[in-house]
């Protein structure tokens, strides 16, 4: 649920919007995300005629996971980080394309940026919708400038900012500052991301589930059992839920913010801390559903309260509408004890 807006507004004039709202703002968070929008615009272009400009296939390297890399992950990956980089506020990038930190020319600048560029790469060749992810933190005092790993392992209650861009039939970026979530849509005829949604709510509860069945034997038997729980016929409460999964968290996530309804990256045999990235994938995704009212954990506890230990390191995530999160979280901790 939303409320749409009555009149034009670009992303540019409600960021200034925002940022008037407080007058001892800088401005220098309202020039990171004006960064962000104009990469997202770069990228929105390249995506949409990948299949022409050869940036299709793989780059024939692999990234720290061992996952090939896709020529247009680079792209965005360069796109993003030198963006950030001239508007010298970000101090330094930890991106899923660069195993340690990247150092920009600011090493004095305020802001440290977690990216993935472009994830959901592996179904760039088959034309499914990909997204771009951003978790903004601020730098911390301390009296050593030299930037180390240690001062982006910051726990993703910290984030001042996060957000997504989504390549899908329309370029739609969604950000929070945490005051609440807004979506904007880029219109090409004019090159501006033109304000979509303001302040989204996520609906309570969801009639969709979306989890990989493919690694089912290997999960815990509480979420088995919560997944049978989902296909139940009841009408009451509108069982079964329906399925659905494309295969990238930021397609899946923005469905499941717009219908509600829960996503699932559970621990299983091939992954047993779960897939995903905390600090550039379930954290920034984290803030943007409880900002719109929604829950994410990794099975028991918060996810945006997980003290980091490595900035690529992964975690289970249950995320979307704060019923659905709750149930999946009552059926693991139910059967838990029976399996301990
Ligand atoms: P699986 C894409 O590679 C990604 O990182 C996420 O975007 C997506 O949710 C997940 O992996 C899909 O993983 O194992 O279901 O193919």
Avoid at 101 to 109: D, F, K, M, T
Wanted: glycine residues 8%; proline residues 4%.
């Amino acid at each position: 649920m939303t409320s749409k807006p009555d009149k034009l507004i670009t992303l540019d004039e409600y960021i200034i919007q925002a940022q008037n709202k407080f007058p001892g703002a800088t401005g220098e968070l309202s020039q990171l995300l004006r960064d962000i929008g104009l990469a997202a615009k770069i990228i929105s272009r390249e995506v949409n005629k990948a299949g022409i400009t050869n940036l299709l296939g793989s780059d024939g390297s692999s990234n720290i996971h061992g996952e090939s890399v896709k020529r247009l992950d680079l792209f965005a990956d360069q796109q993003l980080i030198s963006a950030l980089d001239r508007s010298m506020i970000t101090c330094m990038v930890i991106s899923e394309e660069n195993d340690g930190i990247v150092r920009l020319n600011s090493e004095g600048g305020k802001y440290i940026v977690y990216l993935d560029p472009l994830d959901g790469s592996s179904n760039i060749d088959v034309n499914v919708s990909i997204g771009s992810i951003f978790s903004i933190y601020m730098r911390q005092p301390r009296f050593d400038k030299k930037l180390v790993e240690e001062d982006a392992l910051q726990p993703g209650t910290r984030q001042v900012a996060a957000g997504y861009v989504l390549y899908g039939s329309s370029t739609i970026m969604a950000y929070t500052t945490g005051l609440g979530v807004s979506a904007f849509t880029l219109d090409p005829s004019i090159g501006e991301f033109i304000l979509s949604d303001d302040d989204f709510k996520i609906p309570k509860h969801g009639n969709i589930y979306s989890i990989n069945e493919g690694s089912y034997n290997s999960w815990a038997d509480g979420l088995k059992r919560y997944i049978k729980y989902c296909q139940v016929e009841d009408p009451d409460t509108g069982r079964p839920y329906t399925s659905r999964y494309i295969g990238s968290m930021v397609a899946d996530l923005h469905r499941t913010l717009v219908k509600g309804g829960i996503f699932i990256y559970p621990a299983s045999k091939r992954y047993p801390n779960g897939k995903l990235r905390l600090m550039y994938e379930c954290n920034p995704l984290s803030m943007i559903i409880e900002q719109a009212g929604g829950k994410a954990i990794d099975g028991e506890k918060r996810i945006m309260e997980i003290q980091p230990e490595s900035i690529h390191e992964r975690v289970p995530i249950y995320i979307g509408s704060p019923d659905n999160v709750s149930m999946a979280a009552e059926f693991l901790a139910k059967y838990a004890m029976q399996e301990a």
